[in-house]
């Protein structure tokens, strides 16, 4: 079941989105949020949505405030607008379903989410980050990584071996960094989209596995 999410309650970030809700309650929710390029209807978000939502999880994937504002372009010094919305989201599937809430991004969107998840570690119980972006491409001195030292809750990374904003072996130096349980997911020649038409049905199976099994263990 797939149905349109949208909440602009006065004086707080708006939600926007789509909420695929389980057949059976009690698995727990995930939120999931686009790059900065995209929106809650990238092919990766509704496949993985999908399939999660098979798996018995109700996944909530939205649209950051800074895409809600303009449905083009990159987000321009919105962070705390975002994050509060992702917070925001969060809130609203967990009143909506309760147990286990989940949060998870691809690029920008992973990033504001573990900035979020440092800042606030009760938000969720759970991170799921897709591509993170460790650094602009050709720009490795230019890292992302000012908030790994206190990200203490549970962070499930994938990542392609062909992604320019950062190598496989940059991303392993990164999650040292990280004192909470983390592990890497190598997707073998994604990029930074992740999802491929090759890699579709490889990929979104291999992330629901390593999904459970990792959170399952933390």
Do not use: W
Request: hydrophobic share 40%; glycine share 12%.
């Amino acid at each position: 079941m797939v149905e349109r999410f949208l909440d602009e309650s006065p004086g707080q970030p708006g939600i926007r989105g789509f909420l695929h809700r389980a057949k059976t309650q009690g698995g727990g929710g995930l939120v999931l949020t686009h790059s900065a390029g995209s929106n809650c209807n990238s092919p990766l978000l509704i496949g993985l949505a999908e399939a999660f939502c098979a798996a018995g999880l109700t996944v909530l994937r939205c649209d950051l405030p800074f895409r809600q504002l303009r449905p083009h372009g990159p987000p321009m010094g919105s962070a705390d607008k975002d994050q509060a919305g992702l917070g925001r989201a969060v809130e609203a599937l967990r009143n909506e379903i309760g147990g286990r809430i989940f949060l998870g991004g691809h690029s920008y969107g992973g990033r504001m989410a573990s900035m979020l998840v440092a800042q606030e570690p009760s938000v969720a119980e759970g991170l799921l980050l897709l591509s993170y972006p460790l650094h602009p491409p050709r720009k490795p001195l230019q890292l992302r990584t000012a908030h790994f030292p206190r990200l203490h809750t549970p962070a499930l990374f994938a990542h392609g071996t062909r992604d320019p904003f950062g190598s496989v072996e940059e991303m392993q130096s990164a999650l040292a960094l990280v004192p909470g349980p983390s592990k890497l997911v190598v997707v073998e020649g994604a990029g930074h989209e992740l999802l491929t038409k090759s890699n579709r049905e490889r990929l979104l199976e291999m992330t629901v596995a390593e999904f459970g099994t990792f959170f399952s263990a933390a």
